[in-house]
């Protein structure tokens, strides 16, 4: 088959601005439990787009662990993604649901979360995933695959001595966003696309043509 055919005719729902949330914080909340109820697989997977000082962007899926004034996620911060948010804080974030035949798209600042947030969620975590926290030199180059069963080996014999906490490096991050667009896939790519933008503290929304 050739990619030029492949197509696909959105007509499952449709969007309508009216009838939106006046925060778009309200109106994820409520996509996301439709997400969830239509068994959507990975609903909390979203795409995490970041630019370094080199103006180069890199992208990767993360998972949504959290919401309240924003987005939050958790990881390594000696990875790519925790330098390149160290000097350029702004990011985005894109949500894919298919089998909705929808798209969330947002933008924002990104800043770590207290250490008490990321303590509680690391230590919610299963063991094995703590374990892997303390082993995996994330981002940096290993020799093989062995090194780091070596690492996940010498983590696990450690801390059958002492008390597994956090590491220094590793918490959460949380996007407060300034722009949010959700956008219901329609027939014709005549999409619905409902942007909600921040100025002076307050939200506007607007339609945009796909």
Same mark, same amino acid.
Request: net charge neutral; charged share 20%.
């Given at each position: 088959? =050739?990619?030029?055919?492949?197509?696909? +005719?959105?007509?499952?729902?449709?969007?309508?601005? *009216?009838?939106?949330?006046?925060?778009?914080?309200?109106?994820? @909340?409520?996509?996301? &439990?439709? %997400?969830?109820? @239509?068994?959507?697989? =990975?609903?909390? %997977?979203?795409?995490?787009?970041?630019?370094?000082? +080199?103006?180069?962007?890199?992208?990767?899926?993360?998972?949504?662990?959290?919401? &309240?004034?924003?987005?939050?996620?958790?990881? *390594?911060?000696?990875?790519?993604?925790?330098?390149?948010?160290?000097?350029?804080?702004? @990011?985005?974030?894109?949500?894919?649901?298919?089998?909705?035949?929808?798209?969330?798209r947002i933008e924002g600042l990104v800043e770590k979360v207290n250490t008490e947030l990321s303590d509680q969620y690391f230590h919610s975590r299963p063991l094995g995933s703590q374990i892997g926290a303390w082993a995996s030199p994330q981002s940096q180059t290993i020799p093989n695959r062995e090194f780091l069963e070596e690492k996940e080996a010498e983590a696990k014999i450690r801390f059958e001595k002492e008390e597994l906490k956090r590491p220094d490096h590793w918490g959460g991050y949380r996007l407060q966003p300034d722009l949010v667009e959700f956008w219901q896939g329609r027939s014709s790519r005549l999409h619905d696309r409902i942007v909600y933008e921040k100025m002076d503290n307050q939200w506007t929304k607007k339609m945009l043509a796909p």
């Open positions: 088959m =050739e990619l030029s055919s492949i197509r696909t +005719d959105y007509s499952l729902k449709t969007l309508n601005i *009216n009838g939106l949330k006046e925060s778009p914080m309200e109106q994820f @909340a409520v996509w996301m &439990d439709e %997400a969830l109820l @239509a068994q959507v697989t =990975e609903p909390n %997977a979203m795409n995490l787009c970041t630019v370094g000082k +080199d103006l180069k962007p890199s992208s990767r899926i993360v998972l949504l662990k959290g919401m &309240d004034v924003g987005f939050i996620f958790y990881t *390594n911060y000696n990875s790519k993604k925790g330098h390149q948010l160290i000097e350029n804080p702004q @990011a985005s974030l894109t949500f894919f649901w298919p089998e909705l035949q929808r798209q969330v």
